[in-house]
């Protein structure tokens, strides 16, 4: 199988977090550079659905994009005793729950300010500030609701960590060092959280 990735992305870097986690390393890798555009490539339009990466290319030529579903298929034929999805049906859930708001009302939002604050992508796309702005401020109105929800439990979801946290790790990583939202000096929970995860071994270099 090859994986097609950019590792400076954000959903690049979700997924090899959690594949770190599981202990996937040996597989085939293609570099699409998506800031110079290799993701617009017919070529690359044709195997991937969204046209983003990651794409994962399966030896019978299957291809499956979006970040989550990678990361479920390599869960479910690594075997692995992580749980990164949750241990029982409640945790299950609450996994998933908490998976999609991090990435609704944090990533995205996130990824919207960058983009359209920074013009990275204004060869392609319609760069608007005061979306970026207000995509920010979603940001900033998402961290206190987080930051109690830490404040309940020693991980975002569960007690245990899954990938609801390396959600979360990029979520706040983006905010604190592309956005420069003063993170920590507001959101103690937050930063308890976020200085216990720093020291998982799948986190360093």
């Excluded at 085939?28 to 794409?55: H, M």
């Excluded at 729950?97 to 013009?119: C, H, K, P, T, Y």
């Excluded at 956005?179 to 103690?188: C, G, I, M, Y």
Aim: glycine fraction near 4%; proline fraction near 2%.
């Amino acid at each position: 199988m090859k994986l097609y990735d950019h590792s400076v992305t954000v959903s690049s870097k979700r997924l090899n977090l959690f594949l770190k986690e599981i202990g996937v390393t040996d597989i085939e890798r293609v570099e699409v550079n998506v800031r110079e555009g290799g993701n617009l490539a017919q070529s690359y339009q044709d195997k991937s659905v969204n046209g983003k990466v990651p794409l994962l290319e399966l030896d019978d030529g299957t291809y499956l994009s979006e970040t989550v579903a990678i990361s479920r298929y390599f869960d479910e034929i690594t075997p692995n005793d992580l749980n990164l999805f949750g241990a029982s049906t409640l945790e299950r859930a609450k996994v998933e729950m908490w998976n999609r708001i991090v990435e609704i009302d944090g990533i995205q939002n996130a990824f919207q300010a960058f983009r359209n604050l920074s013009g990275i992508y204004a060869d392609r796309e319609n760069c608007v500030e005061a979306w970026g702005e207000e995509a920010k401020h979603r940001v900033e109105l998402f961290l206190p609701k987080l930051d109690k929800q830490l404040g309940q439990s020693k991980y975002v979801a569960t007690d245990n960590y899954t990938i609801a946290d390396i959600s979360a790790y990029i979520f706040v990583f983006v905010a604190v060092n592309a956005l420069k939202v003063d993170v920590f000096e507001t959101s103690q929970n937050i930063k308890r959280w976020f200085d216990d995860v720093s020291s998982r071994p799948a986190l360093q270099n």
